[in-house]
């Protein structure tokens, strides 16, 4: 199973919040050209550290889930894939 | 010699697809040179076509190439039919979402991306949805954000959500645009209790909240992400693109059942005269128009290796999708259309997307229990009608309703000025197309059914 290298550290979190506060405390005038496509990747840097943390969490409750599984199960091998 | 590139091949700088003679080719250009050698030594290429998740492309020889520009040339696997994303029901879709997500989850596993997600990439084949363009991985550059999320977004996350939230007619939108619904559409579309869904917020609306606040160029060589996120982005799309699953109303089957005007005798004697038709013939591919829920395609499947299987009703065609298992699934394809205004040619130039009657063409259309709801809801002669069909298929069946037919009545309903038709009409219109090879009674009903051969033929 793949393993997340890398989890959530409060730089992040500390730079995601400043930024998203920037972003939705400035509006543009709405006639200016705007570009989504740039939109979306600070959307994605903003979003990033969340989904991290989300995915990580997930992971390893997985693992937890599945560990504890095989505790009662005499050990018998868990051949369920959680990553679908 | 120089090939004249496809019409809907002409964006992506890496390559594109010409026709040589009667085959269909891909010509890679050397720029793309270094993502095709890591696509192929990774394993990547191999292994997504393996699992079913992308079209074979056999490599062959370079002599084939279209222009110097060309280092490699593939022949993609040739498919039976072409759709496109506005013509599918929600189900369908949503597995084209899933197998893009699929297909980004393998690429970054082998250090590669799909550099776009559009939904006209992905075509049903054999029954499942395959990802059909070569050159959409390219390698992970560190740090780079997902450049085709946004597509993504549009394409599939937003109109499943309007199907799921809102209304599967929703997803004519897509005709309109082909890029995908625009979030900012489908956020201030969707009701406000989707705010309250953690993928659909952050996908939809909040992306489309900052997206419309950024200009133009701010986030250029700025935004930077792990590669960890972006596997945390496809495992959330992931999830959100299952958990938007729409299920047609309970009763489909029900409602057709109940809704047949005539007995069981009468549709068991239908069912023998189209199964004996169809398996005198070695019919290649049969069109049902007006299909429903999908049972004489089943029957048809039976005679062809391709039935195109066309209704204007999301949950009629969401419900036949849902129900196909094999061998059924391989053969028949669902697709959502409205006969009285079927697709345009869409696209740059007009002819990025061909008109559906283009495509439709069969050997075979079946038009059962379809002539006289066209003459009454769609307002149109009898005649107009069979020249319909006369471009959807070389030989058809067709089905004689008669006006006092109880469908036919309650269709009337409120209707004091339409094109009525007696039986005498409809043969003289049937007779301007086709020739009349043999007549049944539909049991013990006033309806008859028809078997057309080409006007002018023996058969």
Known sequence: MRRPAATLRGPDVARAAALAFALLATAWPAHAYVDPGSGSFLFQMLVAGMLSLAFTVRHYWTQLRAFVRRLFSNGAPDDRDPTP | ?459
């Open chain 2, 1 to 459: 010699m120089t090939a004249i590139p496809h019409p809907s091949s002409f964006r992506d700088p890496a390559g594109f697809l010409y026709n040589r003679g009667d085959r269909l080719l891909r010509q890679v250009n050397r720029e793309y040179a270094e993502d095709l050698e890591h696509l192929r030594s990774s394993g990547l290429l191999d292994e997504s076509a393996a699992a079913g998740l992308t079209l074979r492309h056999e490599e062959v020889a370079l002599a084939d190439r279209s222009d110097d520009r060309g280092c490699a040339v593939f022949e993609p696997t040739r498919l039976s039919f072409v759709a496109y994303p506005y013509e599918w029901c929600p189900g369908q879709l949503r597995d084209a979402g899933l197998a893009t997500i699929a297909l980004q989850r393998r690429a970054l596993a082998r250090g590669m991306t799909l550099k776009d997600a559009t939904a006209y990439n992905v075509q049903f084949h054999e029954g499942r949805p395959v990802h059909i363009d070569l050159l959409s991985f390219a390698r992970v550059r560190a740090g780079r954000p997902w450049v085709a999320y946004r597509q993504y977004c549009q394409h599939f996350v937003a109109p499943l959500a309007l199907a799921r939230y809102r209304d599967p007619r929703l997803l004519r939108l897509l005709t309109v645009h082909l890029d995908g619904v625009p979030l900012d559409v489908a956020s201030r579309l969707l009701p406000a209790r989707t705010w309250l869904r953690p993928s659909l917020f952050v996908h939809i609306h909040a992306h489309a909240l900052v997206s419309s606040r950024v200009a133009d160029g701010a986030a250029d060589g700025r935004a930077r992400v792990r590669g960890t996120a972006l596997v945390a982005l496809a495992d959330s799309l992931e999830r959100c693109v299952r958990s938007l699953a729409w299920r047609p109303p309970a009763g489909v089957w029900r409602d057709y059942t109940s809704e047949r005007s005539y007995s069981d005798a009468a549709l068991s004697s239908k069912r023998s005269s189209v199964e004996r038709w169809l398996a005198r013939g070695a019919y290649r591919s049969v069109l049902d128009a007006g299909a429903n829920v999908g049972e004489f395609s089943r029957l048809a499947a039976g005679a062809a290796e391709r039935v195109l299987s066309v209704d204007a009703d999301y949950a009629s065609v969401e419900t036949l999708y849902r129900s196909l298992d094999e061998p059924g699934r391989a053969r028949i394809l669902p697709l959502v259309a409205d006969l009285a205004s079927p697709s345009p040619a869409l696209g740059w130039n007009g002819s990025e997307r061909e008109p559906l009657l283009e495509r439709l063409r069969s050997d075979v259309v079946l038009a059962l229990a379809l002539v006289h709801h066209l003459v009454l809801t769609a307002g149109a002669p009898v005649e107009a009608v069979v020249a319909l069909l006369a471009r959807l298929g070389t030989e058809a069946v067709v089905e004689y309703v008669p006006m006092d037919d109880p469908q036919a009545r309650r269709l009337l309903r409120n209707r004091d000025s339409y094109h009525a038709y007696d039986r005498s009409r409809f043969e003289a219109a049937l007779r301007t197309r086709y020739s009349i090879a043999e007549v049944a009674p539909v049991g013990d009903s006033s309806r008859v059914l028809y078997r057309l051969a080409p006007a002018g033929s023996a058969a």
